[in-house]
Protein backbone atom coordinates (compact mmCIF):
# COMPACT_ATOMS: atom_id res chain seq x y z
CA UNK A 1 0.00 0.00 0.00
CA UNK A 2 2.85 2.13 0.39
CA UNK A 3 4.34 2.00 -2.60
CA UNK A 4 1.08 2.35 -3.68
CA UNK A 5 0.88 5.70 -2.39
CA UNK A 6 4.13 6.62 -3.46
CA UNK A 7 3.29 6.25 -7.08
CA UNK A 8 -0.01 7.42 -7.05
CA UNK A 9 0.30 9.28 -10.20
CA UNK A 10 0.58 6.14 -12.01
CA UNK A 11 -2.18 4.14 -10.56
CA UNK A 12 -6.04 3.91 -10.47
CA UNK A 13 -8.98 3.44 -7.79
CA UNK A 14 -9.14 -0.34 -9.17
CA UNK A 15 -5.14 -0.81 -8.48
CA UNK A 16 -5.89 -0.06 -4.77
CA UNK A 17 -8.67 -2.01 -4.86
CA UNK A 18 -7.37 -5.04 -6.52
CA UNK A 19 -4.53 -4.81 -3.67
CA UNK A 20 -6.81 -4.18 -0.74
CA UNK A 21 -8.87 -7.51 -1.90
CA UNK A 22 -5.34 -9.40 -2.63
CA UNK A 23 -3.78 -8.34 1.06
CA UNK A 24 -7.50 -9.15 2.46
CA UNK A 25 -6.75 -13.36 1.01
CA UNK A 26 -3.35 -13.71 2.38
CA UNK A 27 -3.82 -11.75 6.24
CA UNK A 28 -7.26 -14.00 6.21
CA UNK A 29 -6.10 -17.33 4.39
CA UNK A 30 -2.63 -16.81 3.64
CA UNK A 31 -1.64 -15.86 7.21
CA UNK A 32 -3.56 -18.63 9.09
CA UNK A 33 -2.12 -21.17 6.74
CA UNK A 34 1.46 -19.62 7.67
CA UNK A 35 0.95 -20.28 11.35
CA UNK A 36 -0.76 -23.55 10.61
CA UNK A 37 2.18 -24.98 9.64
CA UNK A 38 4.10 -24.29 12.44
CA UNK A 39 1.62 -25.87 14.66
CA UNK A 40 1.11 -28.45 12.77
CA UNK A 41 5.03 -29.23 12.28
CA UNK A 42 5.39 -28.74 15.92
CA UNK A 43 2.71 -31.48 16.87
CA UNK A 44 4.15 -34.40 14.70
CA UNK A 45 7.48 -33.96 16.01
CA UNK A 46 6.20 -34.47 19.49
CA UNK A 47 4.65 -31.34 21.23
CA UNK A 48 1.23 -31.12 21.70
CA UNK A 49 1.01 -26.98 22.68
CA UNK A 50 0.40 -25.97 19.55
CA UNK A 51 -3.00 -28.00 19.48
CA UNK A 52 -3.72 -27.32 23.10
CA UNK A 53 -4.05 -23.78 22.15
CA UNK A 54 -5.85 -24.22 19.81
CA UNK A 55 -3.64 -23.19 16.73
CA UNK A 56 -3.70 -26.43 14.63
CA UNK A 57 -7.14 -25.22 12.94
CA UNK A 58 -7.28 -23.12 10.04
CA UNK A 59 -9.85 -20.45 11.72
CA UNK A 60 -8.36 -17.09 10.97
CA UNK A 61 -9.24 -15.66 14.55
CA UNK A 62 -7.13 -17.81 15.96
CA UNK A 63 -3.92 -16.37 14.06
CA UNK A 64 -4.35 -13.16 13.10
CA UNK A 65 -2.56 -10.36 14.68
CA UNK A 66 -3.95 -7.08 14.16
CA UNK A 67 -0.79 -5.11 13.96
CA UNK A 68 1.20 -7.86 12.19
CA UNK A 69 -2.25 -7.59 9.71
CA UNK A 70 -1.83 -3.92 9.51
CA UNK A 71 2.11 -4.04 8.66
CA UNK A 72 0.85 -6.28 5.62
CA UNK A 73 -1.65 -4.10 4.43
CA UNK A 74 0.81 -0.82 4.65
CA UNK A 75 3.97 -2.74 3.70
CA UNK A 76 3.23 -5.94 2.04
CA UNK A 77 4.90 -8.02 4.65
CA UNK A 78 4.19 -8.56 8.72
CA UNK A 79 3.47 -11.31 11.20
CA UNK A 80 0.57 -13.24 12.45
CA UNK A 81 0.20 -14.57 16.10
CA UNK A 82 3.67 -16.67 17.10
CA UNK A 83 2.62 -20.34 17.84
CA UNK A 84 4.22 -21.42 20.88
CA UNK A 85 6.38 -24.63 21.16
CA UNK A 86 7.74 -26.05 24.10
CA UNK A 87 11.22 -27.44 22.86
CA UNK A 88 11.86 -29.72 25.46
CA UNK A 89 9.30 -31.82 24.16
CA UNK A 90 11.06 -32.23 20.78
CA UNK A 91 13.27 -35.96 20.44
CA UNK A 92 16.11 -33.32 18.37
CA UNK A 93 15.37 -30.43 19.76
CA UNK A 94 17.82 -28.36 17.53
CA UNK A 95 16.62 -29.73 14.50
CA UNK A 96 12.54 -29.87 14.84
CA UNK A 97 12.97 -26.18 16.29
CA UNK A 98 14.43 -25.65 12.98
CA UNK A 99 11.57 -27.36 10.62
CA UNK A 100 9.03 -25.73 12.71
CA UNK A 101 10.81 -22.26 12.22
CA UNK A 102 10.96 -23.01 8.58
CA UNK A 103 7.17 -24.62 7.66
CA UNK A 104 5.93 -21.19 8.03
CA UNK A 105 7.95 -19.49 5.22
CA UNK A 106 7.88 -22.63 2.90
CA UNK A 107 3.95 -22.60 3.23
CA UNK A 108 4.21 -19.31 1.47
CA UNK A 109 6.34 -19.85 -1.13
CA UNK A 110 4.36 -23.09 -1.98
CA UNK A 111 1.09 -20.68 -1.90
CA UNK A 112 2.82 -18.42 -4.33
CA UNK A 113 4.02 -20.50 -6.55
CA UNK A 114 0.26 -22.28 -7.10
CA UNK A 115 -0.76 -19.09 -7.70
CA UNK A 116 1.98 -18.16 -9.84
CA UNK A 117 1.21 -21.51 -12.09
CA UNK A 118 -2.38 -20.88 -11.90
CA UNK A 119 -1.42 -17.34 -13.09
CA UNK A 120 0.96 -18.66 -16.02
CA UNK A 121 -2.09 -21.43 -17.05
CA UNK A 122 -4.63 -18.59 -17.51
CA UNK A 123 -2.43 -16.32 -19.52
CA UNK A 124 -1.42 -18.97 -21.81
CA UNK A 125 -4.63 -20.53 -22.53
CA UNK A 126 -7.12 -17.30 -22.29
CA UNK A 127 -4.64 -14.77 -23.38
CA UNK A 128 -7.27 -12.58 -24.96
CA UNK A 129 -8.82 -12.12 -21.71
CA UNK A 130 -6.38 -10.60 -20.14
CA UNK A 131 -6.08 -8.03 -22.91
CA UNK A 132 -9.27 -6.53 -20.87
CA UNK A 133 -9.57 -4.39 -18.37
CA UNK A 134 -11.20 -6.91 -16.07
CA UNK A 135 -8.21 -9.25 -17.06
CA UNK A 136 -5.93 -7.01 -16.24
CA UNK A 137 -6.76 -6.39 -12.94
CA UNK A 138 -7.53 -10.14 -12.32
CA UNK A 139 -3.69 -10.58 -13.26
CA UNK A 140 -2.61 -7.91 -11.15
CA UNK A 141 -4.87 -9.47 -8.10
CA UNK A 142 -2.81 -12.72 -8.55
CA UNK A 143 0.71 -11.00 -9.20
CA UNK A 144 0.09 -9.06 -5.67
CA UNK A 145 -1.25 -12.35 -3.69
CA UNK A 146 2.23 -13.91 -4.95
CA UNK A 147 4.29 -10.98 -4.46
CA UNK A 148 2.84 -10.33 -0.84
CA UNK A 149 3.41 -14.19 -0.02
CA UNK A 150 6.88 -14.49 -1.11
CA UNK A 151 7.45 -11.03 0.49
CA UNK A 152 6.30 -13.02 3.83
CA UNK A 153 8.50 -15.39 3.35
CA UNK A 154 11.45 -13.86 3.31
CA UNK A 155 10.52 -10.91 5.78
CA UNK A 156 9.64 -14.58 8.18
CA UNK A 157 13.21 -15.62 7.91
CA UNK A 158 14.91 -12.63 9.09
CA UNK A 159 16.85 -14.06 12.09
CA UNK A 160 15.24 -11.58 14.41
CA UNK A 161 13.05 -12.42 16.92
CA UNK A 162 10.47 -13.10 17.00
CA UNK A 163 10.26 -13.31 13.40
CA UNK A 164 10.68 -17.38 12.26
CA UNK A 165 14.22 -17.08 11.49
CA UNK A 166 14.99 -16.75 14.87
CA UNK A 167 13.62 -20.48 15.13
CA UNK A 168 16.49 -20.89 12.94
CA UNK A 169 19.41 -19.73 15.03
CA UNK A 170 18.63 -22.25 17.60
CA UNK A 171 19.87 -25.03 15.04
CA UNK A 172 23.27 -23.03 14.82
CA UNK A 173 23.76 -21.57 17.89
CA UNK A 174 24.81 -22.96 21.54
CA UNK A 175 21.65 -22.96 23.77
CA UNK A 176 23.44 -20.64 25.97
CA UNK A 177 24.05 -18.26 23.25
CA UNK A 178 20.39 -18.47 22.05
CA UNK A 179 18.70 -17.53 25.09
CA UNK A 180 21.12 -14.90 25.34
CA UNK A 181 19.53 -13.57 22.17
CA UNK A 182 16.18 -14.37 22.82
CA UNK A 183 16.31 -11.84 26.75
CA UNK A 184 16.60 -9.16 23.82
CA UNK A 185 13.43 -10.34 22.02
CA UNK A 186 11.67 -7.05 22.92
CA UNK A 187 14.29 -4.44 21.21
CA UNK A 188 14.46 -6.67 18.90
CA UNK A 189 11.18 -6.44 17.79
CA UNK A 190 11.35 -2.29 18.23
CA UNK A 191 14.38 -2.46 15.85
CA UNK A 192 12.44 -4.79 13.61
CA UNK A 193 9.30 -1.93 12.97
CA UNK A 194 11.49 0.64 12.85
CA UNK A 195 12.93 -0.93 9.85
CA UNK A 196 9.99 -1.65 8.51
CA UNK A 197 8.62 1.88 8.96
CA UNK A 198 11.59 3.86 7.47
CA UNK A 199 11.77 1.11 4.62
CA UNK A 200 15.32 0.37 4.98
CA UNK A 201 14.24 -3.48 4.22
CA UNK A 202 12.32 -2.47 1.09
CA UNK A 203 15.33 -3.20 -1.04
CA UNK A 204 16.63 -6.59 -0.03
CA UNK A 205 12.94 -7.56 0.23
CA UNK A 206 12.77 -6.39 -3.47
CA UNK A 207 15.90 -8.36 -4.58
CA UNK A 208 15.10 -11.59 -2.75
CA UNK A 209 11.91 -11.56 -4.24
CA UNK A 210 13.05 -10.90 -7.65
CA UNK A 211 15.22 -13.96 -7.67
CA UNK A 212 12.12 -16.37 -6.60
CA UNK A 213 10.05 -15.12 -9.34
CA UNK A 214 13.00 -15.99 -11.61
CA UNK A 215 13.08 -19.46 -9.95
CA UNK A 216 9.60 -19.65 -10.48
CA UNK A 217 10.01 -18.77 -14.18
CA UNK A 218 12.61 -21.08 -14.55
CA UNK A 219 10.45 -23.85 -12.96
CA UNK A 220 7.26 -23.05 -15.09
CA UNK A 221 9.18 -22.08 -17.92
CA UNK A 222 12.55 -24.30 -17.69
CA UNK A 223 10.77 -26.51 -21.85
Do not use: C
Not at 19 to 42: C, D, K, M, N, R
Not at 185 to 203: P, W
Amino acid sequence: MIDIIRSANNISFFTVITYLLSTFVVIFIGSPIHEYAHAVTAVKLGDPTPKNMGRTRLNPIAHIDWVGALLILLFGFGYAKPVQVNIYNFRKPKRDMALVGIAGPLSNIIMAFVFYVVSSLLVTFIPTFFQTNLGYYVFLFLNYIIQINISLAVFNLIPIPPLDGSRLLSALLSDRNYFKIMQYERYFSIALLLLIVTGALDYPLLGIRSAIFNLFDFLVFWN
